[in-house]
C-alpha cells in the first residue's frame, strides 16, 4: 500500500512538472507575450527614474511646469488604472508638489480617485511635508 502510494505521488509530481514545462513554452511563444514583456519592463524603468521628480524648471517658466504638471498627471492615472498604486500616487504628489493650487486639485483629486487611494496619497504628502 505504502509502495503503490509513494508511486502514485511520484507520476502526480512528474505530470504537474511536465504541465508546467508544456504551460511555460505554451506561454513564451504565445506572439503578444514578448509585447507585454518589453511594455511591462519599460513602465518598471519609468517607475523606478520617475520616482522623483528630475528635472523641475524654475517657477518662471510657466509652460515647462505645465507639461511637467501634466505629465505627473497623466503618469499617476495611468498607473492607477493599472493597478499600480504606489506608482501612481507617487506620480500624483509630484504633480501636486508643483501645482500652484495644491488645495483645489487635491479636493478635485478627492472626488475622482476612491477613498482608499486618496488616503494613501495623503500619507505620501504628509511625509514628504514633514
Known sequence: MRKTSAIAVGICGALFVGYCIYFDRKRRNE??????LQDR????????????????????DSEAMQAIFLEQIQLGEEFLAQGDYEIGVDHL?????ICGQPRQLLQ????????????LLLRKLSTISV
Open 93 to 97: 504628489s509630484n504633480a501636486i508638489a
Open 31 to 36: 506572439p503578444s507575450f514578448k509585447k507585454r
Open 108 to 119: 478635485v483629486l478627492q472626488q475622482t480617485i476612491p477613498p482608499p487611494i486618496f488616503h
Open 41 to 60: 519592463r519599460r513602465k518598471q524603468r519609468l517607475a523606478t527614474k520617475g520616482d522623483g521628480l528630475s528635472y523641475v524648471p524654475s517657477q518662471k
